[in-house]
């Protein structure tokens, strides 16, 4: 069983449709990390949250730390949404583990 | 503009052969980090480095090598000795422990044929 299990695998929206993105663990968690990542294969940092929620644009995050479950969320998604993203965890101080992604695909 | 530079983004090596790839940052991170990321899986860690001149093992080090002889810098070379290289690089860097937010590359792609 994975640490880090992310789903839907692979997700395909209308233009504006609400999305949600959900990243469960087994492992005990200071932080969650949630990335995207372009078709190019660049990674950027969404957002890093240890409680509750955080809102960024049309992105918003929420951890709920007891139920080891995370879920990322996109309002009125766009065709530039589509991206790979994936959730990590730390284990220990040095070290992250990933998801393997889930793959958004959003059409005009 | 800070941020990660990696190069080449596309690499191509016969068999046998050492390969290089490059990464340099000028966000004045102390941490680095090297991942491979294959088809259908989660980033894995090779190397990391928490300070200059240090550096740590990652889950799957066997074959791969690195230096910090600099902050800025942390290349990667794939030896010969890596039975299946052929993959997506990423390097990453963050201000300290990995609660931190981390700063990604571009990412190389490397064929070994």
């Known amino acids: 069983k994975n640490e880090v299990e992310q789903s839907p695998q692979n997700l395909t929206a209308q233009e504006g449709e609400f999305i949600t993105i959900n990243c469960s663990y087994s492992?005990?968690?200071?932080?969650l990390h949630w990335l995207q990542q372009h078709p190019g294969g660049g990674i950027v940092s969404l957002f890093m949250?240890?409680?509750g929620k955080k809102k960024h644009g049309r992105l918003i995050a929420t951890i709920n730390i007891q139920e080891k479950h995370s879920s990322l969320h996109i309002t009125a998604s766009h065709p530039r949404d589509s991206a790979v993203y994936i959730c990590?965890?730390?284990?220990?101080?040095?070290?992250?583990?990933f998801g393997t992604g889930t793959r958004l695909q959003v059409f005009p | 503009d800070g941020g990660i530079t990696q190069s080449p983004k596309y690499l191509f090596r016969k068999e046998g052969q050492n390969v290089t790839l490059s990464c340099e940052q000028n966000?004045?991170?102390?941490?680095m980090y090297w991942y491979r990321q294959d088809p259908g899986q989660g980033l894995r860690l090779i190397y990391y480095?928490?300070?200059?001149?240090?550096?740590q093992k990652g889950d799957i080090a066997e074959g791969y090598s690195v230096s910090r002889e600099k902050k800025e810098s942390f290349p990667l070379t794939v030896t010969s000795a890596q039975k299946n290289p052929t993959a997506f690089y990423l390097c990453?860097?963050?201000?300290?422990?990995?609660?931190?937010?981390?700063?990604f590359g571009n990412g190389t792609r490397l064929t070994v044929t």
């Open positions: 990453a860097s963050s201000p300290g422990q990995v609660v931190s937010p981390l700063h």
């Open positions: 492992v005990g968690i200071s932080a």
């Open positions: 949250l240890s409680s």
């Open positions: 990590a965890v730390p284990y220990n101080t040095d070290k992250l583990i």
């Open positions: 966000l004045n991170h102390d941490a």
């Open positions: 480095s928490q300070i200059v001149n240090d550096f």
